[in-house]
T-cell receptor
Framework: GAGVSQSPSNKVTEKGKDVELRCDPISGHTALYWYRQSLGQGLEFLIYFQGNSAPDKSGLPSDRFSAERTGGSVSTLTIQRTQQEDSAVYLC???????????FGPGTRLLVL | AQSVTQPDIHITVSEGASLELRCNYSYGATPYLFWYVQSPGQGLQLLLKYFSGDTLVQGIKGFEAEFKRSQSSFNLRKPSVHWSDAAEYFCAVGNNDMRFGAGTRLTVKP
């Protein structure tokens, strides 16, 4: 079956612009996660959605970052007023339930000039 | 607070040699433990996981890992490394609030 998909695969933007990154999880997966991977760094947890519960936003680095998940499926990560330090690969993962194996998408590589 | 430490940033081994990648964690209870591999230009792929039961778990591609509660470790091993194993390896622990280590980059010498 289809895996986790993310779009766009690459995004180049100018400092100060807003960007939206999209994640399509595996059908039937109730849990969805966003991570950020900076060059040479591990994965930094950003936000977690579980079903219709309030998301765990504890990893969002600033109020410029937000995410939503519509209809318990597709998720959008929005970065407002992008900064150069936001340049990274943004990874989305989904799992059937919380605590179970996460399946990762290919990521969106964001470059802020 | 939970955390994951992968002490080795970069490891180089010869093809055919054995491999051990270290992972230590700090967690309030027995966590779920995972190893993922990220090949160049690829997404993360699960190698193996430990939830409970037998502390020696087998994964894909000939990898195994052993959970040692007394040492708070979950080291990844492979008896004979292949050139295609060159990649970045990430240890992860947690529940819904997963935490990943910084990764260990494996280089395989011919």
């Amino acid at each position: 079956g289809a895996g986790v998909s993310q779009s766009p695969s690459n995004k180049v933007t100018e400092k100060g612009k807003d960007v939206e990154l999209r994640c399509d999880p595996i059908s039937g997966h109730t849990a969805l996660y966003w991570y950020r991977q900076s060059l040479g760094q591990g994965l930094e947890f950003l936000i977690y959605f579980q079903g219709n519960s309030a998301p765990d936003k504890s990893g969002l680095p600033s109020d410029r970052f937000s995410a939503e998940r519509t209809g318990g499926s597709v998720s959008t990560l929005t970065i407002q007023r992008t900064q150069q330090e936001d340049s990274a690969v943004y990874l989305c993962a989904s799992s059937f339930r919380r605590s179970e194996t996460q399946y990762f998408g290919p990521g969106t590589r964001l470059l802020v000039l | 607070a939970q955390s994951v430490t992968q002490p080795d940033i970069h490891i180089t081994v010869s093809e055919g040699a054995s491999l051990e990648l270290r992972c230590n964690y700090s967690y309030g209870a027995t966590p779920y433990l995972f190893w993922y591999v990220q090949s160049p230009g690829q997404g993360l792929q699960l190698l193996l996981k430990y939830f409970s039961g037998d502390t020696l778990v087998q994964g894909i591609k000939g990898f195994e890992a052993e959970f040692k509660r007394s040492q708070s470790s979950f080291n990844l091993r492979k008896p004979s490394v292949h050139w295609s194993d060159a990649a970045e390896y990430f240890c992860a622990v947690g529940n819904n609030d997963m935490r990943f280590g910084a990764g260990t980059r494996l280089t395989v010498k011919p």
